[in-house]
């Protein structure tokens, strides 16, 4: 069965801190690894995808990165804000058919 | 900007009754995910659709839950009868084949 892992399961930061978020995966066998943000009661917003030929993306403070033969991927936040309070999922997708496989998610809480 | 809808946004049914939800996915996307999120975890795939027919439907529990996308477009999930236990958040997707994934809102679904 492809697993998913998250760590940690929460965080709380003071604002202005750089912080990583981890994303262990079994099976290396993937398409691509994509990483949401989910606000309280709220669907997914997409952050960051890496396919499976990249080692890292990037968008404004955020940076993404993927180590296909360790089966790891981490989402680096850079001097975090409140506003970045929400739990961070990553998925991993791979498979036949593209099978979308989801960690346990991180809630990041960035107090003022 | 083009998004996957999801209607309705909140639903409160008595257990034993039938509800169900509706996905509409981005124009264009043959392949459409259903998940239910129980709160504090991960969302769990229930369907995965690629155009009208079922790819992965293995952790869909068949006795009470049903899933079609009939000319490979919108899409809708029914549960008969509703349980206590399947309150949770039902969470649309679709996608290219093998690309990033796009969620909707969801459904919040309390059964009483």
């Known amino acids: 069965k492809q697993e998913v892992t998250q760590i940690p399961a929460a965080l709380s930061v003071p604002e202005g801190e750089n912080l990583v978020l981890n994303c262990s995966f079994t099976?290396?066998?993937?398409?691509?690894l994509q990483w949401f943000r989910q606000d309280p009661g709220k669907g997914l917003t997409s952050l960051l995808l890496?396919?499976?030929?990249?080692r890292e993306q990037t968008s404004g403070r955020l940076n993404a990165s993927l180590d296909k033969s360790s089966g790891r991927s981490t989402l680096y936040i850079a001097a975090s804000q409140p506003g970045d309070s929400a739990t961070y999922l990553c998925q991993r997708g791979g498979g036949g058919g593209n099978k979308l496989t989801f960690g346990t998610g991180t809630q990041l809480k960035v107090e003022l | 900007e083009a998004e996957v809808a999801q209607s309705p946004r909140y639903k409160i049914t008595e257990k034993s009754q039938a509800v169900a939800f509706w996905c509409d996915p981005i124009?264009?996307?043959?392949?459409l995910y259903w998940y239910r999120q129980i709160l504090g975890q991960g969302p769990e795939l229930l369907v995965q659709f690629q155009d009208e027919s079922v790819v992965d439907d293995s952790q869909l529990p068949k006795d009470r839950f049903s899933a079609e996308r009939l000319k490979g477009v919108d899409s809708t999930l029914k549960i008969q009868p509703a349980e206590l236990g399947d309150s949770a958040m039902y969470l649309c997707?679709?996608?290219?084949?093998?690309?990033?994934?796009?969620f909707g809102q969801g459904t919040r679904l309390t059964v009483v």
């Open positions: 124009s264009g996307h043959a392949t």
């Open positions: 099976d290396s066998a993937i398409y691509n």
């Open positions: 890496i396919q499976s030929s990249q």
């Open positions: 997707a679709s996608s290219l084949k093998n690309t990033e994934a796009f």
